[in-house]
């Protein structure tokens, strides 16, 4: 039978009872309130977006480096992210590792087609993606190719600073206001879309022929519109159903009624001699009614916001549309 002495009974009891004690003795913590963070508007666009937009030039482009060779060339023509690609430019020619460039393409000559704005607006120059140096040798410089806008590189691709580009923010508003009035601005032509597309919505980015000459700006909101009745792709020609006879629709054997139900509206008679206002002349026609009427109001179909300007040219992103968008229609600075 284990006998403990006085003492070490003492000291037993100590041991197990520090738990207690450091339980006691250890303070609750304060419940704490984190606050949410409010979140500020908002960007356009994105950098993969805002630097694979691409742009018209006016001026002729400089002599640029350009993409002479690739590590793997030997068994591709297209490169991507990661690979590593020539450049024939070294320390002679001004180049340091770790230097970034953008790389562009040049695709050809845009030429302005609208009655606002005709003749040469400049090239379409391509945003392919961007690298960074990695060698240098004397003549000529390893790179890697950092990032690629959908489009492969390709030998003969030039090399240009990267555009400092800064993304406008969003609007906090939800709608577009279809009927707003003219602003009276600058209006122009939404005359080219990114990939050749022909409709375009929400997020897709566009080029108008708006530019520097006409005090446009980086961040500058316009309004897309066009006539009212004009643009779709369909279009409906055979709207007047009804025969065009000089009195009454009954059927040509049992007479089993007075008008068709899809006939137009009668003609009101009153402008010949004697009628006394009787509704029994030819149907009135859709464009009859339309070849009369006040001037309209204008039918808003979306909203642009510019991210970069050129001289006789902007690029833009699509922020909002409430209908069918496409090349042609017109824009409006807000």
Same mark, same amino acid.
Request: glycine share 8%.
């Given at each position: ?33 984190? !606050? ?29 480096? /350009?993409?002479?060779? !690739? ?231 979306? /909203? ?31």
């Amino acid at each position: 039978m284990l006998r403990l002495s006085f003492s070490s009974f003492l000291l037993v009891s100590f041991l197990l009872a520090l738990p207690v004690l450091a339980t006691a003795q250890t303070p609750t913590p304060t419940p704490q309130v984190i !606050a949410p963070v409010a979140k500020g508007p908002l960007q356009v666009a994105g950098h993969s977006k805002l630097y694979c937009a691409g742009y018209i030039r006016l001026q002729r482009l400089p002599r640029l480096h /350009e993409i002479v060779g !690739a590590l793997d060339e030997q068994e591709q023509r297209t490169f991507s992210d990661g690979e590593i690609v020539y450049i024939n430019a070294g320390s002679q020619q001004g180049i340091k590792d770790g230097q970034n460039f953008q790389i562009i393409r040049p695709r050809g000559d845009v030429k302005g087609v609208h009655r606002q704005k005709k003749g040469f607006l400049g090239t379409y120059v391509q945003d392919v993606g961007e690298l960074t140096v990695i060698h240098v040798r004397e003549n000529v410089s390893e790179a890697q190719i950092v990032t690629s806008c959908g489009d492969m590189v390709l030998l003969g691709d030039l090399l240009t600073t990267i555009p400092d580009r800064v993304s406008p923010l969003q609007r906090t508003e939800t709608d577009i206001d279809r009927f707003a009035n003219p602003t009276g601005k600058q209006t122009g032509r939404l005359m080219m879309a990114k990939d050749s597309r022909e409709m375009v919505s929400n997020n897709d980015v566009v080029y108008i022929d708006l530019g520097v000459e006409d005090n446009v700006k980086a961040g500058d909101y316009l309004t897309i519109y066009r006539p009212l009745g004009t643009g779709n792709i369909t279009r409906f020609d055979d709207e007047e159903q009804a025969r065009n006879r000089a009195t009454g629709f009954q059927s040509n054997r049992f007479r089993g009624g007075g008008f068709s139900t899809e006939g137009s509206r009668a003609k009101d008679s009153t402008a010949f001699v004697n009628a006394e206002g009787r509704y029994r002349y030819r149907p009135i026609t859709t464009k009859e009614v339309k070849r009369h009427r006040p001037s309209m109001p204008r039918k808003v179909v979306g /909203e642009m916001v510019i991210i970069d300007v050129q001289t006789r040219t902007a690029t833009a992103i699509i922020t909002r549309a409430v209908g069918e968008v496409h090349t042609g229609d017109w824009v409006e600075i807000q």
